[in-house]
């Protein structure tokens, strides 16, 4: 098993920048499929990012692409958001999430097994 501890989210002005980090801890981070997924209420959870063992392949949603960056540090035990030119539609609860049943970054909830506790991200216009 794996835990994963969200952080790093808060209030930013539309056009900004945050970092999000998901640290984790348990079994070897690096045999995890990694991912990052956000939900607003009343919404379903939204795929966002997805990272390969090694960090070699990414995944993005359409919404993102260009202005978030996944990441990780297999060494730490860390996975990271970089989100820039953020706007008012990625106000949301961002969750990592991880999976060692693949072989390639996946883009549903369900294929994820392990879920962190999330941290809202408030972007104001």
């Known amino acids: 098993q794996v835990q994963l501890v969200e952080s790093g989210g808060g209030l930013v002005q539309a056009g900004g920048s945050l970092r999000l980090s998901c640290t984790a801890s348990?079994?070897?981070?690096?045999?995890?499929?990694v991912g990052w997924f956000r939900q607003v209420p009343g919404k379903e959870r939204e795929f966002v990012a997805a990272?390969?063992?090694?960090?070699?392949?990414?995944d993005y949603a359409d919404s993102v692409k260009g202005r978030f960056t996944i990441s990780r540090d297999n060494v730490k035990n860390m996975l990271y958001l970089q989100m820039n030119n953020l706007k008012p539609e990625d106000t949301a609860v961002y969750l990592c999430?991880?999976?060692?049943?693949?072989?390639?970054?996946?883009?549903?909830?369900?294929?994820?097994?392990?879920w962190g506790q999330g941290t809202q991200v408030t972007v104001s216009s």
């Open positions: 348990g079994r070897s981070f690096s045999m995890y499929i």
């Open positions: 990272i390969s063992r090694n960090g070699g392949s990414t």
């Open positions: 999430a991880a999976t060692s049943r693949y072989s390639d970054p996946r883009r549903r909830s369900y294929e994820y097994a392990y």
